[in-house]
Each structure stands twice: as structure tokens, then as C-alpha cells.
């Protein structure tokens, strides 16, 4: 029992007063003023209580609130916002107060044609398939690349499509043997994992190499004040920057080379830019230099780097400054070779003269096959045309698909068609490119043009409303409502000269292959799925799932310019899906009279 004294303010007997020596009652007589102050103080005491007591009420109801009510239309059983690097991101949310927007009764029967006949067969995955089989990866410049084109010409004649090429000069970078050991004092030469950067040159010692001692930096400020203190001079430079994000990190394979050999290095090794590794080392397009540059895997760039630390931190025990032997034989012929673009086009019923633009590159890195990057996003846009050309009668604009050359160095296809269709001849109203990857479509993502100003109908309102009606309420296109969803910022590599000229941007956007509960992303949501549903699978996921489905993240740079880019990293059905998606965003694009 505490100490605290109680006060009654009814008249105490002396038999209370007895049982409590030590408490003196109040008297009426004497001390009336300090019975009413006391009296006044207990009032209080008793408020505080009643309000700290509604207080907490209060607090466990909005808890209560935030843990178990939903963030978004129950009915759709999706999350709301979710938050990276403090930008809000939609994930998988229908949009709010969509604006009203008639569609022509007969694009509805049109996209259900489109729909049906995308789902009717497996002719995107067999094709790609044989292509990939038959002729291997497709490396600007190379006799493979060249065979397969002249194989995709063949098979859009027997479609009945209006195909046609045109002459793109490339440059022919080729790998040849490659090698890079870790010197280890005590294993002897350990075998590393890498891949030689398009457009470097090869070691001074073709055959033999060269050995060296490696330094480590993971910022360019980090590398300067390194050479301050003399430790470049002379050695290999390892940049090994965790990944983050691809359009951050990859500028240490795009510029290493550069910075390093301003400081006297021998050679550039660059971290792979991938969200996740299994010693799998990723290639791309670098800078030319005058050192030769190359990509590790993040496993062994964190080998290399921890013998480093160990050397540093007790050159007693670990005497010996960690080395490497890089050998490369990579060499580089300069327009040297004659590559071309495929275009196929549907003239429009009204305006021929006004073009949609739809396509991906042809050309893949010469590692995997290039199934992922770009081929299944030039057959999408194939399979494109081919359903458009099966309606009843064309859409009102013209259809372009173009499949661009040498897109993974210099990007020489898409400068070569926007040279070529200059907009004095035709208008292009909108360009449409997929290049980053074809899994399960979320939709697309979209910068207006400026012919969109003039018009009274906001464009971005009107392919939101387009993407609801045609496509929110579907359940047969992956998930529930795929492919609906317009994001910002359309972008592409090879549209972007196009874009430049003022005309509407497009991306494809797919879904992450991987779903949320199983993801090393940063969009990752702390949902335990049960017990039934731990089994981890590229392209499983349930219900309990759907409502964490996001648009592409980290997923598609477990694969991207690596081996691993295979006809394994997506499924037919996939590709079924997502030709029909682009196929229905293209009509809606075609077949529309607002401008873009």
C-alpha cells in the first residue's frame, strides 16, 4: 500500500479518529477553507485521470486504425503508397475520381478480338524460342545477329505483314578470350568472375596479361583522394559501390575506366550493377579508354575487397598487397559493319499519315541470347501488328514496328530511323518501346507530347480512363486488372530521338517477376504469407499475392546482361500476356482521335 493520504469530506466519528491516530479530521469549524481547497484539488486530480484516460482510448483506436484497416478500395484487395528514397510510388492502387471518357462501341469488340487472339496461341514464346535456339545471342556486328534478321524477314512474309529494312553502319566490338585471377598467397591463382565492357581495349599483353595490385574506391571523390595519397599510381582500380539503383551505379561501368587512368591506373574492374548475384558477372557498354576495363561479380569484388581490408589492417600477419592478373584480347572495328532495321507497317484506314511507333532492339550483348533483352520485347511488338492486322478493318492511324539495330552500343538503329522519317514526310504521334524486360505487363509509362497541349482532352486522363475500361476488370491477363496502370515518365533508348522532337514518350512497364514477400527489393512489404505459400517460385504467386504486385524493380537486373538472359526467365504465358497488353495500348494509341 502507498503512502498517499485519503480524505472524506462526511463528518468522521471518533471512532475513525481513534482507529487513525496519526490522521487529524477535518474540522467544519476551524479549517473550512482547507477542506474546500482540498475538495478542489481532488475535483482536479479526478479530471486529469478521465482525460488521460481518453487519451489512450483515443491512441489505441487510431493504432488499432493504421494496423488493420485498408489503405485502398477493400474490393481490390491492393496496398496503397508505398515509399523509396521519400518519392510516393503506386503499388497496384486503382486510381481515384478517374475522369469519364465514351469509347467507341466498336474498340470494345476490337480489343476483345485482340485479347482473344494473343491468348489463342504460344507463337511469340516458339518463335523467340527457335530464334534464340537456332542462332544464339545477336551482338551488333556479328554473323549471328544478321542470320537472325534475315530469319524474322522470312517469317513476317508468311504472316502476310508489310515488312522492309533499312541500312544502319555499326561498330563490331568484339570479346574474344578473357580472364581474370586473384593472386591469393596462400590458395595460388583463384579464378574470378568476369566479363570483359563493350569498347575496351585489351591488356598490353594480349596472351599473357598483366598483374597488378588492386585498390579499392567506391566513389570517384573516394578514388581522388586515394591518388592524393599515391595509392593509384600503377594499379588495378576495383570500384565496388553496392547497387542501389541501376541508373546510379552504373555509371562506375560507363565512366571507371576514364577516372581511373586520369590517376595513372593500369585497368578499371567494376562492381556488376545487379540487385542480386549468384557469381554471375553483367556486361555493358562503356566509355572508350585507354586502360581496359571490365566487370566483376559482386561476390568477388567483395573477396578482393575484404583482402584488401585484411592487409591494410594487420600487414603483419597479412603481408602481402592483394593482386590480380587481368587478361583481355577485346578488340574494335569502328563502322565497320552493315546491320539493319526491321520495319513493318499497317497503314492506317484514316490518317496513314500520322504513325504510331512501336518496338524494341534486336541486338543483345553476346553473353545469354538475348531472349530477355530485347527479344522478347521486339516479338510482343510483332505479335503486335500481327493482331491489329487481323481486325476488320486497320485502326484510323498508321502502325509502325520497328525492330532497332545495335541499340547496346551507341543506340546507331534508333538515330538511323529518325534521320530516315524525318516529321516533314509523316507525323509521328506517339512512340512506344519496350527494352526493359517482358514478364507478367503492369501497363505503361507515359510522357505527353506537345501536340497534347492543344487539345481541350488531357491525354494522360484519357489513356488512365482507356486502361480502367479496357483492361481494370479483367482477371485473364496475368493478375487481376494487368497491364491497366499508367505511370510517368515514358522513356526508351532507341524512341528517344523521336521524343526529343516533341512527340509522346512510352515505356512498357512489366511486373517484377519476383513477388513482394520473396524480393531482396526495397519495395519489400513484411507480409508473411502462410504456410501453403512459402515455396519460393520466379513466377508463382497467389492471391494473397496479387495485392503486392509492383511495377518493374530489382527483378530485372538479376538477369540483365548476363548469361542468365534465357527463354527461362518468363514463361509462354507471360508472353501471351504481355503481346496483348501492348497490343491494346498500340489500338487504343491507333485508334484514337485525341492527340498525344
Known sequence: MGDHKKY????????????????????????????????????????????????????LGMVVYALFLPTSDPEDGEKGEKRHGGRPHPINRRPKNIPSFSFEKHMQSDVEQIIAGSLDSNIVWDRLAEMTDTYGHRLAGSASLEKSIDWILEKAKADNLSVST?????????????????LSPTRGPVKLHMLGLGYSVPTPDPLNGLEAEIIVAHSKD?????????????????????????????????????????????????????????????????????????????????????????????????????????????????????????????????????????????????????????????????????????????????????????????AAGGRMYAQNHPESEERHVLAFESDLGVFDAWG??????LWSDVDA??????????????????????????????????????????????????????????????????????????EENKRHGKHHYTKKHEALRRPLDSGYFYYHHTEADSMSVFTPQQLKTSAAVMAVWTYIAAESEIEF
Open 457 to 530: 482532352v488531357s491525354s494522360t486522363q484519357y489513356l488512365v480512363a482507356a486502361g480502367e475500361h479496357f483492361l481494370g476488370a479483367r482477371k485473364d491477363l496475368g493478375f487481376p486488372g494487368a497491364g491497366r496502370h499508367v505511370l510517368p515518365k515514358g522513356w526508351g533508348e532507341d524512341i528517344e530521338p523521336i521524343c526529343n522532337r516533341g512527340v509522346a514518350c512510352v515505356g512498357f512497364v512489366a511486373a517484377d517477376p519476383f513477388p513482394l514477400p520473396y524480393s531482396t527489393s526495397p519495395w519489400y512489404v513484411p507480409e508473411k504469407p502462410d
Open 222 to 410: 573516394e578514388l581522388a583522394a586515394l591518388a592524393h595519397q599515391g595509392l593509384v599510381q600503377g594499379r588495378v582500380v576495383l570500384w565496388n559501390k553496392k547497387f542501389e539503383a541501376y541508373a546510379v551505379d552504373s555509371i562506375y561501368r560507363a565512366q571507371g575506366a576514364i577516372w581511373a587512368q586520369e590517376y595513372g591506373a593500369v585497368a578499371s574492374l567494376a562492381r556488376s550493377a545487379a540487385s542480386f548475384s549468384l557469381q554471375s558477372p553483367h556486361t555493358g557498354a562503356a566509355t572508350p579508354a585507354q586502360i581496359p576495363m571490365a566487370s566483376v561479380s559482386a561476390e568477388d569484388a567483395d573477396l578482393l575487397e575484404r583482402s584488401l581490408k585484411r592487409h591494410q589492417q594487420d600487414p603483419e600477419a597479412f603481408p602481402e598487397w592483394p593482386k590480380v592478373r587481368l587478361t583481355m584480347g577485346a578488340t574494335t572495328e569502328l563502322d565497320a559493319r552493315v546491320s539493319r532495321n526491321i520495319i513493318f507497317e499497317l497503314k492506317g484506314r484514316e490518317r496513314p499519315h500520322e504513325v504510331v511507333l512501336v518496338g524494341g532492339h534486336i541486338d543483345s550483348w553476346d553473353v545469354g541470347v538475348g531472349a530477355l533483352d530485347d527479344g522478347a520485347g521486339c516479338f510482343i511488338a510483332w505479335e503486335t501488328i500481327r493482331q491489329l492486322s487481323r481486325l476488320a478493318q486497320p485502326p484510323r492511324r498508321t502502325v509502325r514496328v520497328v525492330f532497332w539495330t545495335a541499340e547496346e552500343n551507341t
Open 8 to 59: 472524506s469530506l462526511l463528518p468522521t466519528t471518533d471512532s475513525t479518529s481513534a482507529g487513525n491516530p496519526g490522521l487529524s479530521p477535518p474540522s467544519y469549524s476551524a479549517d473550512s477553507t482547507d477542506m474546500s481547497s482540498l475538495a478542489q484539488e481532488d475535483a482536479t486530480r479526478r479530471r486529469r485521470r478521465l482525460r488521460l484516460g481518453f487519451f489512450k482510448l483515443c491512441l
Open 444 to 449: 505503361i509509362a507515359y510522357t505527353p507530347g
Open 166 to 182: 533499312e541500312d544502319v553502319l555499326v561498330d563490331y566490338w568484339q570479346r574474344n578470350s578473357e580472364s581474370l585471377y586473384f
